[in-house]
C-alpha cells in the first residue's frame, strides 16, 4: 500500500492558496484544509484528496450552532478526519477522551477515514473503549503518532526512536496503520517514510509550500 502524505494546513492558507494546490499538487496528497475551504476545492475538482482538520461529536443534522458533522463532511467529498490534535485537545474542553470516540464513531460511520492523533501519552489517550473501536474499524482508522516535542519545533526524535514507537504502536493495536507527524520537512522526508513501520506523515508548517509537499509526495 502507497505511504499516505497528508498535509495539515491547520488555521492557515487562502483562497489563492488553494488555487495554487488545485493547479500544481501531487496527486497522492492529502490536504486537510480549513473547512471554509473544503467545498470550494471539490467544486473545482471533485477529485482533489481533502481530510477535514476536525468533526463533531454530533452526527447528521441539528441545533448545534457552529458545528459541522461528519455526515456533511462526507456529503461535500472529504474521505478522511483528523481528530484528537494535540493542539485541539490542549485548547478544547470539547476534545476530551469520550468525545473524541464520538468524533470517531462519526466519521468511520459516514464512510470516512479518521486520522486519530496521539502524543508521548498514547496509553491514557488509547483508552479501553477507544481500543474496542480501533479494533472493530482498524481499516478505517489511522494512527498519527505526533510528539509535542516536535510539532512545529524542528526537532524531531531519532530514526530508531520514530521506528520503534510506531513499531510498538502497531503491535499493540492489532497491525493498525500508523504514521508519523512533527517537523516533516522534504529534507527529512525520505528518511522518515523509509522507516518499515511508517505508513505515512502528516505534515504541518511544510505542507503550506507547494514545492515542500510535492518533494516530500515523491518519496512516498
Ligand atoms: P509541523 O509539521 O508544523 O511540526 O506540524 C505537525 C502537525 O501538527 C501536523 O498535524
Not at 468533526?55 to 450552532?65: E, L, Q, R, V
Not at 490534535?85 to 466519521?107: G, M
Request: hydrophobic residues 40%.
Amino acid at each position: 500500500m502507497n505511504k499516505l502524505i497528508v498535509g495539515n494546513w491547520k488555521m492557515n492558507g487562502t483562497l489563492e492558496l488553494v488555487d495554487e494546490f488545485l493547479e500544481g499538487l501531487n496527486n497522492n496528497v492529502i490536504v486537510g484544509l480549513p473547512i471554509i475551504f473544503i467545498a470550494y476545492a471539490k467544486s473545482k475538482n471533485p477529485n482533489f484528496q481533502i481530510a477535514a482538520q476536525d468533526c463533531s461529536i454530533f452526527n447528521d443534522f441539528g441545533a448545534h450552532t457552529g458545528e459541522v458533522s461528519a455526515k456533511m463532511l462526507s456529503e461535500s467529498g472529504c474521505k478522511y478526519v483528523i481528530i484528537g490534535h494535540s493542539e485541539r485537545r490542549k485548547t478544547f474542553d470539547s476534545d476530551s477522551i469520550s468525545n473524541i470516540l464520538k468524533k470517531l464513531q462519526n466519521a468511520v460511520l459516514n464512510g470516512m477515514t479518521a486520522i486519530l492523533c496521539v502524543d508521548e501519552k498514547y496509553d491514557e489517550l488509547l483508552d479501553s473503549q477507544t481500543v474496542e473501536f480501533l479494533k472493530n474499524h482498524k481499516s478505517q482508522v489511522v494512527l498519527a503518532y505526533e510528539p509535542l516535542s516536535a510539532i512545529g519545533t524542528g526537532i524531531v526524535p531519532s530514526i530508531s526512536e520514530i521506528s520503534d514507537v510506531l513499531k510498538n504502536l502497531k503491535s499493540k493495536y492489532f497491525g493498525i496503520r500508523t504514521i508519523y507527524g512533527g517537523s516533516v520537512n522534504s529534507k527529512n522526508a525520505k528518511e522518515i517514510l523509509d522507516i518499515d513501520s511508517v505508513d505515512g506523515v502528516l505534515i504541518g508548517g511544510a505542507s503550506l509550500k507547494l514545492d515542500e509537499i510535492n518533494a516530500i509526495a515523491k518519496f512516498a
